[in-house]
Each structure stands twice: as C-alpha cells, then as structure tokens.
C-alpha cells in the first residue's frame, strides 16, 4: 500500500513563496509519475502540476506556469512544489499524487494514491 503525506502549507501574504513536500512510502516510488492537484471551496479538483518518473519531464497548468516548479528526489521518495509569486486564487488545499503512468499524465482519474492534503491560503 502506498502513502502520500503533504507538509508545508500555510498562511501567507500575495507575492510570498511557499514549498510544498511529499513524503511517500513503499518501494515502487521512482517507477510512477507523480502530481500536484488543488482544490478550492467549492470547486473541483483541478491539475496543477506533474513530473515523470526519471523527473525528465513536466508539465504545468497555465495558471501556475512560470511561478511554480515541481521536482522529486527517488533516494528520499519525495516530491515538491516550489510555488513562487504566491497570489490569492491559489488558496486551496493542496495534494500530491501518484500516477499509474511512468510518464506525465494530467487527468485526475490517471492517479491512484493520493495524500490527505496540505492547506495554502494566500491574503491580498
């Protein structure tokens, strides 16, 4: 069984940088791609960022392209979101989750395993 466990959320001003860390279990993490998805009230969950097993690859939602950068590290089984420029529409709660892919997917139903999520509230 794979888990997923999301750190460094938090509460902070527009323009600030946040990182986000993800911290998961067993032995089969470096051969799946991994993503960010967010969610906001009452919206869906919705793509933010994905990076292919190797971290050759990513890809981006327009939203955050330019201002955010995620990257893994398979010795530490982790992966992170380095979200700069923060502004208010990025309030959300924040997962990471694992692909059934080993290159990047974007479609939520893609992802397997998913953490409990790490909340991000940005004040103007």
């Known amino acids: 069984q794979v888990q997923l466990v999301e750190s460094g959320g938090g509460l902070v001003q527009a323009g600030a940088s946040l990182r986000l860390s993800c911290a998961a279990s067993?032995?089969?993490?470096?051969?799946?791609?991994m993503g960010w998805f967010r969610q906001a009230p009452g919206k869906e969950r919705e793509f933010v960022a994905a990076i292919s097993w190797s971290g050759g690859s990513t890809s981006y939602a327009i939203s955050v392209k330019g201002r955010f950068t995620i990257s893994r590290d398979n010795a530490k089984n982790s992966v992170y979101l380095q979200m700069n420029n923060l502004k208010p529409e990025d309030t959300a709660v924040y997962y990471c989750?694992?692909?059934?892919?080993?290159?990047?997917?974007?479609?939520?139903?893609?992802?397997?395993?998913w953490g409990q999520g790490t909340q991000v509230t940005v004040s103007s």
């Open positions: 989750a694992r692909s059934n892919s080993m290159v990047v997917v974007t479609a939520r139903n893609r992802y397997d395993y």
């Open positions: 067993g032995s089969t993490f470096g051969s799946y791609a």
